[in-house]
């Protein structure tokens, strides 16, 4: 069993680390020229994966416009909005309001799925939104309100995307539609690159390592290693300890960027997760 924890710790490890990788590549790219590279290079190392593996399965036709629109949510908005709004506040503010994507996707799946959710749950939701607040309103520190408001778009966009995936998941393996999903959003970026209109920029040895490290660690080997740790371990308990990347992304940006998180910015993240836990721990689907 002790695998199956390391695995979900290197998953954490590598998303929390993300937030940081993500401005490192701005140095040298923009933020919708990275959503397509990444997208690109993930696409490429999933299918050689799958190629190594002997993986053989193939996607129905019927099932063809949830995969189509599984990866424009969960890859091209997910990433678009995402990318976009860790070019207007730090990183690790953005890592501190990733927190609430938890309590964002079960009021998705309350609201679309017309029940209602247990009073612990409306407590926990209450309690991720009143941290928002605070970490969004604190007014100190590198980043601005826009773009901590912008970070919470992608929260509803991977709400649109789990729930887009939900019947997808139990039916085919992860590598195939993860393949096919980063495909499909990397063929949807390269319009909106086109609208963007910025040059591109030959990448340093700093920034080309931070798009390498976002495709082959925070997409290909995290969503392994995130499939590996459920076959030993019940699904709550992954999904607990990934509460803890925002730790590992603060951590990683006063480490290597030198950010400063003050006490009432932290106090807001540590309010975020206490609601996510209260919301979503010990809560059966």
């Known amino acids: 069993m002790w695998k199956h924890y390391c695995a979900i ?11 940081l990788a993500t401005a490192v590549a701005y140095e040298t790219i923009s933020p919708l020229q990275l959503g397509l590279v990444r997208a690109v290079l993930a696409a490429a190392l999933f299918f ?8 053989r399965e193939k996607v129905e036709r019927g099932d063809w416009p949830r995969v189509v629109i599984s990866g424009l949510f969960g890859v091209t908005l997910y990433f678009a909005f995402q990318n976009t709004a860790l070019a207007m506040t730090s990183s690790s503010r953005a890592a501190l309001i990733t927190a609430c994507y938890p309590v964002i996707v079960l009021t998705m799946e309350c609201m679309v799925r017309r029940k209602l ?10 309690v991720a939104v009143a941290g928002v607040g605070m970490l969004t309103g604190s007014g100190t520190g590198e980043g601005s309100v826009a773009g901590d ?11 649109c995307y789990c729930l887009s995936a939900e019947k997808l998941t ?4 992860t590598s195939l539609l993860t393949a096919w999903q980063m495909l499909i959003g990397a063929a949807a970026f390269v319009p909106l690159v086109l609208f963007e209109g910025r040059p591109w920029m030959m990448p340093t040895l700093r920034s080309g390592c931070a798009i390498l490290f976002l495709a082959v660690c925070c997409s290909l080997l995290s969503f392994l290693f995130f499939n590996y740790s459920l076959k030993g371990l019940s699904v709550t308990v992954p999904m607990v300890l990934l509460n ?9 940006s006063y480490l290597v960027l030198g950010e ?26």
């Open 170 to 173: 139990e039916k085919y393996p």
């Open 244 to 252: 803890l990347q925002p730790v590992v992304g603060v951590v990683c």
């Open 149 to 159: 408001l912008m970070m919470v778009v992608p929260g509803v966009m991977w709400g």
């Open 117 to 126: 959710p247990v009073f612990r749950q409306l407590a926990g939701i209450a």
């Open 48 to 55: 050689a994966y799958r190629a190594l593996s002997g993986a």
């Open 9 to 19: 710790m290197g998953s954490v490890l590598f998303w929390g680390a993300s937030y």
């Open 260 to 285: 400063t998180v003050t006490p009432f910015q932290a106090a807001g993240g540590a309010v975020i997760v206490a609601g996510v836990l209260l919301s979503t721990v010990g809560v059966k689907k």
